[in-house]
C-alpha cells in the first residue's frame, strides 16, 4: 500500500494556527520547549533504579516473593524508561543538545530493542499515517487481534475483549526477539520500507544485541540457574509488555478514535485533523500516571507537537483544547484511566463480533 496524501489547502490551516499558539506561548513564558531540570532528574531516578533493581535481584538472590515483586517492578521501570528517557530522545525532545537525544534514544538498546528501527515504525510511518490500515504497524496485531473494520475476521476474535491481556503481555519479547530481527532482514516496516542502514547502524544493531542478551540472559543465568532465569525473565518481560501495549492502546484503539481509508490513495482530512481523530488522551488529571508514562496519556498533544517534550504536554493542552472547539474538531479524552480501558475492551468486543455486525 503506497503512502497517502492529506488534504492541503492554500488558506490558513488548523495546523498552521495552533503552530502560531503554541510557538507564541513558549515566547510569553519564555521557556525551551525541549526537557527541563524535572525531566533529566526523573531520568536519573528511573534509570539508577534500574540498576538497583537490577543488580539486586542478578547478584544479591532475594526470596522468591520478593524475586517475584521486583521482576514485576524491573518490567515497570523497563517501560517507564522507555516512556521517559528513550521517548523523549529518539523524538529530539529530550534536550536541546543533539548528543543528548541521541544518548537517550540508545537506552532503548539497551533494554534489548533498536532505536534505528523505533525511528521507522514510530516517528515516521507511526506519527504520520496514524490507524490508517496497511501502513501504522502499530495497529498490526497479526491474527491475534482485530483493531479496526478493515482488518479479516478470524472466528478467535469473539474472545479477544478477554485474551488480550496475553496478547499484550508477550509484545515485549515479540518485540526484541522477533519483529525487529525481521525488519532488519527483510529491511520493512510493515509495507514500508526501511531507511538505508549504514555501516554504525549495523554494528550498532548487533552489538547492542549481543550486550543485551549478555546482561539478561547469559549472566542471570550464571547467577541464579536456568529455572529461576526463565520465571523472572518472563514474568518482567511480560509485565513490561502489558504496560507498554496499554500504554499504546488506550491511546489509539477506542471506540471513539476513527481508522481512516483512503480514498483514490487520499486522506479527507488535513494531517492535524487527522491526528486528533486518531488520537485520544486518558488520566490526563492522574499526575502519577503521568508521571510513570512520560506524559504519553496527553496522546494528542504528543501527536501534534512530537519535538516538544513531555513535561509541557498538560500545559500546551489547554490551547489544543480550546482551538478545536472553536474549529469545532473533536478532542478525545477520557479524564479517568477505567473509563479509556472500558473504551478500549468494549472497541475489541464490537470489532470482535461476526464481520456482518462489526460493519454495521
Known amino acids: 500500500m503506497a503512502a497517502p496524501k492529506f488534504a492541503s489547502s492554500k488558506s490558513q490551516t488548523f495546523h498552521t494556527e495552533l503552530k ?3 510557538t507564541q506561548y513558549f515566547q510569553e513564558v519564555g521557556k525551551s520547549a525541549t526537557g527541563n531540570f524535572q525531566l533529566f532528574l526523573k531520568a536519573i531516578i528511573l534509570v539508577c533504579s534500574f540498576l538497583v533493581v537490577y543488580i539486586h535481584l542478578v547478584f544479591y538472590t532475594p526470596s522468591t516473593v520478593f524475586a517475584l515483586l ?4 524491573l518490567g515497570g521501570l523497563t517501560a517507564s524508561i522507555g516512556f521517559n528517557v528513550m521517548h523523549d530522545g529518539a523524538h529530539g525532545s529530550f534536550s536541546k543538545y543533539p548528543w543528548i537525544n541521541k544518548l537517550a534514544g540508545l537506552s532503548l538498546n539497551f533494554l534489548g530493542a533498536n532505536v534505528f528501527m523505533w525511528n521507522t515504525k514510530h516517528n515516521v510511518i507511526h506519527h504520520a499515517y ?3 490500515d496497511g501502513i501504522d504497524d502499530d495497529i498490526d496485531a497479526g491474527v491475534f487481534l482485530r483493531l ?12 479477544q475483549h478477554i485474551y488480550f491481556w496475553g496478547a499484550y503481555a508477550l509484545l515485549y519479547l515479540y518485540w526484541i526477539f522477533f519483529t525487529d530481527y525481521k525488519k532488519y532482514f527483510t529491511k520493512k516496516v510493515g509495507s514500508m520500507p526501511l531507511k538505508r542502514m549504514e555501516l554504525k547502524d549495523h554494528l550498532s544493531f548487533w552489538i547492542f544485541k549481543a550486550i543485551h542478551f549478555a546482561i539478561f540472559i547469559v549472566v542471570p543465568i550464571y547467577t541464579i540457574g536456568f529455572l529461576p532465569w526463565v520465571i523472572g525473565f518472563s514474568l518482567y518481560a ?10 499504546f492502546q488506550l ?29 485520544a488522551n486518558f488520566a490526563t488529571r492522574n499526575r502519577v500516571i503521568s508521571w510513570l508514562v512520560g506524559g504519553l496519556n496527553f496522546q494528542i498533544e504528543h501527536h501534534l507537537f512530537p519535538k516538544i517534550s513531555h513535561v509541557h504536554y498538560p500545559a500546551i493542552s489547554k490551547i489544543i483544547k480550546d482551538a478545536c472547539a472553536e474549529y469545532g474538531i473533536p478532542y478525545i479524552e477520557h479524564r ?16 470482535g463480533q461476526n464481520q456482518q455486525m462489526a460493519l454495521n
Not at 479496526?148 to 474472545?159: A, D, F, I
Open 20 to 22: 502560531n499558539r503554541i
Open 148 to 159: 479496526c473494520e478493515t482488518q479479516q475476521h478470524k472466528k478467535l476474535h469473539k474472545y
Open 238 to 247: 511480560m509485565f513490561a509488555g502489558v504496560v507498554l501495549s496499554v500504554v
Open 251 to 279: 491511546a489509539h484503539t477506542v471506540e471513539e478514535t476513527q481508522f481512516p481509508v483512503p480514498v483514490a490513495n487520499k486522506i479527507e482530512d488535513e494531517w492535524a485533523v487527522h491526528q486528533l481523530k486518531t488520537t
Open 336 to 351: 479517568r484511566m477505567r473509563q479509556a480501558l472500558n473504551s478500549h475492551i468494549n472497541h475489541l468486543r464490537q470489532l
Open 130 to 132: 496514524t490507524n490508517i
Open 70 to 73: 521486583e521482576c514485576l517492578l
